[in-house]
């Protein structure tokens, strides 16, 4: 009987141990899962995380494809400096701008015939068919910028009422910007021209000079540094920037905004013949002609230049 007890007993221990041991087990598998499933949920964030970043990379814009270089001749005033204006807007579509600055008319259309350059800004269409007569260069006007109405400056007399027989007024001596001078001369009563002279005029189409005027003909980048020897001086717009004259300020005369002078010399883009219609050139000249470009010269120049539509 003592013995049928204790097998009953040692039965119902050994149970119990299966019992326990089953229950570790699920115990243990749970736990397990658990952290299994935790793994995954701390390591779903960081994946998204990932995945964000890589989002925002290729949400990052892509480098500007660079295009080339353009290079450019101009004049310092105004040109190169409208020119610095252009040149980070045409460096956002790829382009490179170098720019050099001259001080003459004659090198910016040598550099560009020769193709040293790509292009010049300095100069006007007169001045242009002039100097490719004269030199059989093959240049052409890429685009139309802006034009700078010629005036009549203060030398050591500061109002044409003074005017005095025996005068001296310094002009350009270049051929179509004498002209212009001369007729803007004309234009304020002080000669008078032979008919039909127009944009060829120079000294000796004078046909009446009532205060025997001495007109002193001086190759352009000269005229502004006699102000102080002459009675009055003629000057291109870009000369009269350098010498810190303001054409609203301080001209005396200047061609008016709606003046056929004022439309026809325009200053240009001008490039060898061929090369005008080059993905390069259409970039700049159509940076030049933007509004961008319109506002900052309304806004510095004070009517010395004035963008050409």
């Known amino acids: 009987m003592k013995k049928r007890a204790l097998a009953v007993l040692l039965t119902g221990v050994l149970a119990a141990g299966i019992l326990t041991g089953c229950g570790s087990a699920a115990e243990e598998a749970e736990t397990e899962t658990a952290a299994a499933q935790e793994e995954q949920e701390e390591a779903a964030p960081a994946?998204?995380?990932?995945?964000?970043?890589?989002?925002?990379?290729?949400?990052?814009e892509s480098p500007v494809e660079e295009k080339g270089t353009i290079t450019v001749a101009a004049s310092p005033t105004p040109h190169a400096e409208i020119l610095e204006?252009?040149?980070?807007?045409?460096?956002?579509?790829?382009?490179?701008?170098?720019?050099?600055?001259?001080?003459?008319?004659?090198?910016?259309?040598?550099?560009?015939?020769?193709?040293?350059?790509?292009?010049?800004y300095f100069q006007h269409i007169p001045y242009?068919?002039?100097?490719?007569?004269?030199?059989?260069?093959?240049?052409?006007?890429?685009?139309?910028?802006?034009?700078?109405?010629?005036?009549?400056?203060?030398g050591t007399k500061k109002s044409l009422d003074e005017i005095a027989d025996g005068d001296v007024i310094a002009v350009p001596n270049d051929t179509t910007?004498?002209?212009?001078?001369?007729?803007?001369?004309?234009?304020?009563g002080l000669i008078t021209l032979e008919e039909g002279a127009g944009l060829t005029a120079t000294v000796q189409d004078i046909v009446e000079n009532p205060h025997n005027l001495?007109?002193?003909?001086?190759e352009a980048a000269q005229v502004p540094r006699v102000v102080e020897e002459v009675a009055f001086v003629v000057l291109n717009g870009n000369y009269a920037l350098q010498a810190n004259f303001s054409v609203a300020k301080d001209s005396i005369a200047y061609?008016?905004?709606?003046?056929?002078?004022?439309k026809t010399y325009v200053n240009v883009i001008a490039v060898k013949e061929g090369s005008?219609?080059?993905?390069?050139?259409?970039?700049?000249?159509?940076?030049?002609?933007?509004?961008?470009?319109?506002?900052y010269i309304n806004e510095h120049y004070d009517g010395a230049v004035i963008p050409f539509n």
Do not use: C
């Open 255 to 262: 061609e008016s905004a709606d003046s056929e002078a004022a």
């Open 85 to 120: 204006v252009a040149k980070p807007i045409l460096a956002e579509q790829g382009w490179n701008l170098e720019i050099t600055q001259f001080d003459d008319y004659i090198l910016p259309n040598q550099v560009v015939d020769s193709g040293e350059m790509d292009a010049n």
């Open 276 to 295: 005008e219609n080059s993905e390069g050139i259409k970039a700049l000249v159509d940076v030049l002609k933007s509004d961008e470009i319109k506002q």
């Open 128 to 154: 242009l068919d002039e100097f490719n007569a004269e030199r059989g260069t093959r240049l052409v006007n890429a685009g139309g910028i802006h034009y700078e109405p010629f005036g009549i400056y203060p």
């Open 177 to 188: 910007n004498e002209a212009r001078a001369l007729l803007l001369l004309q234009d304020n």
């Open 214 to 218: 001495e007109i002193k003909e001086l």
């Open 47 to 60: 994946e998204s995380e990932d995945t964000g970043e890589e989002s925002g990379d290729a949400e990052e």
